[in-house]
């Protein structure tokens, strides 16, 4: 199925943000030819997401700011963005697939045809029928991707697809994008923190800088032998690197206002049921998990998409009421005691965003709970400074999951509960969010994080792991 491919190009384009004084992207030159498969890195808030936004018409119209110079992709394009989830339209997933090709106006037959196509492609076989809500993370980065196929796009667009997947998953979607790609010779730009997987899929790699600029534009070869330290440096996860060390918060922005209390999870069962025109879909996310989380440790929770991850976090913070067993009791607490013992940070950050200007969501919770907090070195602590005054919604999504993390724990819990929280970072941020989780356990707090990175978890005291138990699925 061979399609039409598409030549990018970017002409002393330019971006800024409404609110912003400096603009993220600025007089960038760019061609990308039709059929190339180009990798796009570079460190957090450089821009690689807005010029995928430019790509499809966003700038200006879904993100308010100012636009100049060129950005021209003329054919079809297909989008995954960052969270896949927000890009599900529809309770079946034949019916969420089918959307893209429906809105090209093409004939039912057809439709179906390219719905079944694409589903087999990213290997998702329960059939057109299956309820979107059943899905897991990595069945959802999958449907999404599906959803891009479907429409034969001359270039396709993906934004960080495998940052929340574990090792199998997010090899099974770097094996259906390189399938798609070779089958219809469609251009691809990729963007990507944790590089070094894609450097077999692509033939060309491009680098930005903080300032928006590219600072490398070369082949995967050349870009790993002679890059790897000055981009390294850059804060660009290069191959060959170790992780960098964390870096330590003095005490007096992670001790525990109140003592950390010890968690006993005993036969715990979660078994969630979403509601909807289709009828209800009950999953089974956990069941029979027994556990002890101490003060002063960190706890790596870990396993596959779909293990039930997010889930026990959202449950030890009290937000996730159990089926059967006991997690701790904080889902009985008002809102008022919850938010003063413990911490949630959430894999989607925007959705606990309610300040007007970075430094006043920063200030929010402690502010709520009676306690002092230093926003300026919390912001310093994160590289967030120079967005003191920016609207939330106008930073990136790693600045964002920064930020999220700063306004959760800025007021110094006792239990701090992370979910996915080096998703979009790079070395140096990395270090920065690592960095909090480490010195806020050795403080005395109870921290435990939900993730995929190897890396946070080599830094862990204890680690959980998680595996996938039977589910239930379907109205």
């Known amino acids: 199925m061979q399609v039409a491919p598409v030549e990018v190009r970017f002409e002393g384009f330019g971006w800024r943000p409404i609110g ?19 990798l796009l890195a570079g460190p957090s808030g450089a821009g690689k997401t807005t010029l995928l936004n430019a790509l499809v018409g966003a700038l200006g119209e879904t993100f308010a700011g100012d636009v100049t110079g060129r950005a021209s ?6 989008l995954v963005g960052q969270n896949p989830g927000d890009a599900v339209v529809a309770g079946r997933m034949g019916r969420d697939v089918a959307f893209g090709p429906e809105n090209l106006g093409l004939p039912r037959e057809e439709i179906w045809r390219r719905v079944d196509d694409s589903l087999a492609a990213v290997r998702l076989t329960q059939g057109r029928r299956h309820p979107t809500d059943a899905l897991s993370g990595g069945e959802l980065q999958r449907l999404a991707l599906a959803g891009a196929l479907a429409m034969r796009p001359g270039l396709l667009l993906l934004d960080e697809p495998t940052s929340m997947l574990d090792a199998v998953n997010a090899a099974s979607v770097r094996a259906a994008v390189t399938d798609v790609v070779e089958a219809t ?59 960098p060390a964390p870096q330590v918060l003095p005490d007096d922005l992670v001790r525990p206002a109140e003592p950390a209390e010890p968690i006993a999870v005993r036969d715990l069962a979660v078994t969630l049921v979403r509601r909807s025109v289709q009828g209800s879909v009950r999953t089974t996310a956990l069941q029979g998990l027994d556990a002890d989380l101490a003060p002063g440790r960190l706890h790596a929770v870990t396993g596959p998409s779909g293990a039930g991850k997010s889930t026990l976090v959202s449950v030890l913070a009290g937000l996730q009421e159990p089926t059967r067993g006991t997690a701790g009791g904080r889902h009985e607490l008002t809102s008022a005691a919850l938010a003063r013992c413990s911490a949630w940070v959430p894999q989607q950050p925007e959705h606990g965003i309610l300040s007007r200007t970075v430094a006043e969501e920063v200030a929010l919770t402690a502010t709520a709970t009676g306690r002092a907090v230093d926003v300026e070195a919390v912001l310093d602590h994160l590289g967030l400074t120079a967005l003191a005054g920016s609207h939330p919604y106008r930073l990136s999504g790693g600045e964002q999951r920064r930020l999220a993390l700063a306004s959760a724990l800025a007021h110094r819990p006792g239990t701090v509960l992370l979910d996915e929280p080096t998703v979009g970072q790079d070395r140096t ?31 862990a005291d204890d680690v959980l792991p998680l595996a996938p138990v039977s589910r239930e699925g379907g109205p």
């Open 20 to 38: 912003r004084r400096e603009p993220v992207v600025r007089d960038l030159d760019l061609t990308i030819e039709p059929g190339e498969r180009v």
């Open 185 to 243: 010779g469609a251009t691809l730009l990729v963007v990507e923190h944790r590089i070094e997987p894609w450097l077999e899929v692509v033939d060309r790699v491009v680098v930005l800088g903080r300032d928006g600029s590219v600072r490398a534009d070369t082949d995967p070869q050349a870009f790993v032998r002679e890059w790897r330290d000055a981009l390294g440096d850059l804060g660009v996860w290069m191959p060959g690197l170790p992780a």
């Open 429 to 459: 941020t990395w270090a920065a969010v690592a960095g909090w989780a480490v010195s806020a356990a050795e403080a005395g707090a109870l921290v435990a994080t939900a993730t995929h990175d190897a890396d946070l978890v080599a830094l």
């Open 73 to 78: 992709a003329d054919g079809v394009l297909g």
